[in-house]
């Protein structure tokens, strides 16, 4: 079956960096384009990028870009997501997705990685 | 960016009852990509509906997604102890691809 399973918890201070893993089992993932999304707590959802199907194309949210970093490495079956200069605000929930479509959902997600950013 | 705002913020039913949920979006949304999620507390969003109206594999069809446009709405019938829980909706059809504030189902 489909699994993506992520990293463990962080604790990071200010200024520093954080790489997250999302290992994908249960399908090829190069066939399915892989996203990154964080929730902090008690807030909506937040889109942070994509990693698309077949080339790896990645694409960044406005918000993010310059600090976050996806890639991919398909013979680990494993994508990371690295988010630098972290902030107090950084700190949420950190979750991979799959998305078989652009424009149909993410139909399996990670179970999360929890970030603290705290001095 | 598109923005989606959800209604109620929340909603109190019983079992048994109907809930209408409402993702109103700021503009119109390109090929009617919205899809809505369950969430329960500690655990990922689940996919209920995607492109307003087909449901996700082994979602049951007393879950049911409509609209177009910019007016989306989730109708959760015969509501089983199961669906209180939160519900947001999301944007697929331009980046980037945004979430609504959610809506939580509450048992009255």
């Known amino acids: 079956q489909v699994q993506l399973v992520q990293s463990g918890a962080e604790v990071k201070k200010p200024g520093a960096s954080v790489k997250v893993s999302c290992k994908a089992s249960?399908?090829?993932?190069?066939?399915?384009?892989l996203h990154w999304v964080r929730q902090a707590p008690g807030q909506r959802p937040e889109w942070m990028g994509w990693i698309t199907a077949g080339n790896g194309d990645r694409k960044y949210s406005q918000k993010f870009q310059g600090r976050v970093t996806i890639t991919r490495d398909t013979s680990a079956s494993t994508a990371y997501m690295e988010l630098s200069s972290l902030r107090s605000e950084d700190t949420a929930v950190y979750y991979c997705?799959?998305?078989?479509?652009?424009?149909?959902?993410?139909?399996?997600w990670g179970q999360g990685t929890l970030v603290t950013v705290s001095s | 960016e598109i923005v989606l705002t959800q209604s109620p913020g929340t909603l109190s039913l019983s079992p048994g009852d109907t809930a209408t949920l409402s993702c109103r979006a700021s503009q119109s949304v390109g090929g009617s990509y919205l899809a809505w999620y369950q969430q329960n507390p500690g655990q990922a969003p689940r996919l209920l509906i995607y492109?307003?109206?087909s449901r996700a594999t082994g979602i049951p069809d007393r879950v049911s997604g409509s609209g177009s446009g910019t007016d989306f709405t989730l109708t959760i019938s015969r509501l089983e102890p199961e669906d209180f829980a939160v519900y947001y909706c999301q944007q697929c059809g331009s980046l980037p691809f945004t979430f609504g504030q959610g809506t939580k189902l509450e048992i009255k």
């Open positions: 249960g399908y090829s993932l190069s066939s399915y384009a």
């Open positions: 997705a799959r998305n078989d479509y652009t424009g149909n959902g993410f139909d399996y």
């Open positions: 492109g307003t109206s």
